[in-house]
């Protein structure tokens, strides 16, 4: 096991009347004008929304409020944007009538940094924050990282080893018979047994060890606030959908103490952990059995380990676009909160970039999206994203800077916008903007693999046509999509792909084949080689015919389960035929809860088919090392001594290679645009909960 990083800092927090007066650029304002209220902020359910959520006694007090509701703690530094969840879920709970604080980043070797506003009234809600806290601090070949994206000054420390086990037993400690509550990434992902890859070996849920009395997993608007509405009611939280707790078995060893209402809903049992420790193959029995879950929306599940069980309430169902806008349509500041003398590189990452869905139908077998988002997809409306660049424009301009340059509108995969089944009834209703969701009976694990399913309608032009809108707003300089496509999608339309690669590409657009053997491709449930070929060739042509050097950035990926040296050494012979020299390639991480981690695990395919796996750092290391060589000279985690540096990444002026033009992306590329997280010089690319994931 990697040692922890170091312990968390100095205090980062002035007195509120301090922090305001020294961060004189908070929202381009000097101190005095600073508002404590959201500029235009109305109240929602009886309390209007703060500039910033409080981060301190001070800041609440000055709202009015003489106690919280609801303390959220992240991992997280506080950057008021709606793609850190503590922060969007704070902002949502204030909406619906919450008074909500936050703690970022806080000190854990003892619990004075969660007392600063008091006891809350209602619940502790704890995430480690926007990644797994053992993917944010150690690469795929288990070295500590340095840089954190998600900390002032980007630099690794500020968060514990295993951030939701420490944060929930300080909020214990600080808040004697307080509910805790467990959300965020890591939570949702370590529901039940999961195989740990910085240990190697299948821990228990984290519920088993962390001091909660619920878990919010998935997406957690409407879990968080049903737990709000119901404590404050003084009810039960046990059965809220998307939650999960622990309970005893009985003597047929179900939950012996279900809701109500549950008792009459359909269930699925899940392997026992100690069946997973017994025979391998039932992790991936489990693996999959969540996934039918989370997709088809019905079952609640348990899962006994010993002599409890924990139990998981049926899933969630995804926000509406109706839900959506409303969401989004809060006053984030898009800033960091003003007590950080540093910045934080999310924030300039995620400055100008729009989110327009959630949710991905790919089922990549690497992603845990699928395990959290889930694969339908949750849309914003062309009105409420048109508003959003409206407003992000004038922003800019009232800092005297001009129109804004939006880096992306997208999600997971930016041309599944609107994406949804057909024979989901909202669909067939011919409403699927503002129906409630619906339960399917699909039994597919992906709606692209091994083909695009009939069934999943991406209305691409639209899109497009909703680019074409962002970009013509006065507010606008240009509209791009940084978020990457889905090729075999963008193949379904050649209007749309004309005007992905012609007019919102930038000069690269991201696609993620990554690999070319057909049997790996069919492990990662990616579309096979041919597709990829012709997306290429068309966008190769599109680009010539619009007078344009373009290139593709493709996303690839070493030492993934099935994948042998001879297919590494395949798609190095594929890449040099095109004269192509990726710098930049991803060692496969066995995040928790993904199908291909429990293929790593058990070594074993979706069948049971015993399959090949690079399991240890060497083996590991040298598939890395048949696509990127140079990293021999250099060693793991040094960069290449000719790659460019993150500035020249930044603004695209790297070494280029001739023979890559309209094709490949120039040597050195950077994949980290658009994403939290960029890759590390081992090639490796860590994801946010809602954005980020490749296409
Ligand atoms: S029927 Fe097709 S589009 Fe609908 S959920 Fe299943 S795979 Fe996806």
């Not at 070949?141 to 514990?160: L, N, Q, S």
Request: charged share 25%; proline share 8%.
């Amino acid at each position: 096991m990697p040692s922890a990083p170091r312990q968390g800092g100095k205090k980062r927090l002035a007195p509120f009347p301090d922090l305001l007066r020294d961060a004189p650029a908070a929202a381009g304002k000097k101190p005095a004008e600073l508002p404590v209220f959201a500029p235009g902020s109305t109240e929602g359910h009886g309390l209007r929304q703060p500039l910033f959520v409080p981060m301190s006694r001070d800041e609440m007090l000055a709202l009015g409020w003489d106690q919280l509701d609801v303390l959220l703690v992240t991992g997280d530094a506080y950057v008021d944007h709606p793609s850190f969840g503590s922060v969007l879920l704070a902002r949502w709970l204030i909406h619906h009538g919450f008074r909500t604080g936050l703690v970022a980043q806080p000190r854990w070797e003892n619990p004075d940094d969660l007392l600063a506003m008091g006891r809350p009234r209602l619940f502790a809600g704890i995430s480690a924050g926007a990644l797994d806290s053992l993917l944010a601090h150690y690469t795929a070949f288990r070295k500590k990282r340095h840089d954190d994206a998600y900390t002032p000054g980007g630099k690794a420390g500020a968060r514990p080893n295993r951030a939701c086990l420490v944060y929930a037993n300080l909020a214990r400690r600080a808040f004697p018979g307080l509910p805790i509550v467990l959300g965020g990434i890591e939570a949702s992902l370590r529901r039940v047994s999961h195989y740990d890859f910085w240990t190697d070996a299948v821990r228990r849920p984290i519920l088993m060890d962390a001091k909660a009395d619920l878990l919010i997993w998935g997406m957690g608007e409407r879990a968080t606030l049903e737990c709000a509405r119901r404590l404050d009611k003084g009810q039960d939280i046990r059965g809220i959908d998307g939650t999960a707790w622990m309970d005893k078995p009985d003597a047929s060893g179900q939950p012996a103490n279900l809701p109500a209402p549950m008792a009459d809903q359909p269930w699925i049992a899940l392997p026992s952990h100690q069946d997973i420790l017994g025979d391998p193959f039932q992790l991936m029995r489990l693996t999959q059995e969540l996934e039918r879950q989370v997709h088809r929306l019905e079952a609640w599940t348990y899962q006994q380990v010993g002599d409890r069980v924990v139990v998981l309430s049926r899933p969630a169902p995804p926000l509406t676009t109706e839900e959506m806008d409303e969401l989004y349509s809060l006053p984030f500041t898009r800033a960091s909160h003003p007590s950080y003398r540093e910045p934080i590189p999310a924030e300039e990452m995620m400055r100008t970039s729009i989110t327009s869905h959630r949710g991905c139908g790919g089922g990549c077998s690497f992603c845990s999206l699928a395990l959290h988002q889930g694969r339908r997809i949750s849309s914003r409306s062309e009105r409420s994203i048109l508003d959003e660049a409206r407003s992000l424009g004038q922003k800019n301009m009232d800092r005297g800077k001009g129109p804004v340059a939006i880096s992306d509108v997208g999600g997971p995969t930016a041309n599944m916008w609107q994406g949804h089944c057909a024979l989901d009834s909202r669909a067939v209703a011919g409403d699927p903007e503002h129906a409630a969701p619906v339960r399917s009976a699909c039994r597919r694990s992906s709606c692209c693999f091994p083909t695009v399913c009939k069934s999943f309608i991406t209305p691409q032009r639209k899109h497009v046509d909703l680019l074409r809108k962002v970009a013509a707003l006065p507010e606008v300089k240009q509209a791009r999509v940084a978020s990457g496509v889905r090729a075999d999608l963008a193949l379904r339309d050649a209007e749309a792909l004309a005007a992905y690669t012609g007019e919102f590409t930038g000069g690269q657009l991201k696609v993620a084949p990554e690999h070319c053997a057909p049997s790996v491709l069919a492990l990662m449930r990616k579309p096979s080689l041919e597709v990829f070929e012709a997306f290429l060739e068309s966008f190769v042509r599109q680009s010539r015919a619009a007078g344009r050097e373009q290139y593709v950035v493709p996303y690839l990926m070493s030492a993934f389960p099935g994948c042998t040296d001879e297919d590494m050494y395949t798609l190095a012979r594929w890449l040099r035929q095109r004269h192509w020299n990726p710098r930049q390639t991803q060692c496969f991480i066995p995040t928790p809860g993904a199908i291909a981690t429990a293929m790593f695990y058990c070594g074993r395919d979706e069948t049971g088919e015993p399959i090949y796996v690079a399991r240890t750092d060497a083996q590991r290391l040298r598939q890395h090392h048949i696509l990127m060589p140079a990293m021999e000279e250099a060693g793991p985690g040094k960069p290449r001594r000719d790659a460019p540096t993150q500035q020249t990444q930044r603004r695209g002026t790297g070494p280029r290679a001739p023979q890559a033009r309209n094709n490949a992306a120039p040597q050195g590329e950077s994949r980290a645009k658009g994403r939290a997280k960029g890759p590390s010089a081992e090639g490796e690319r860590r994801f946010p909960t809602a954005r980020g994931r490749r296409a």
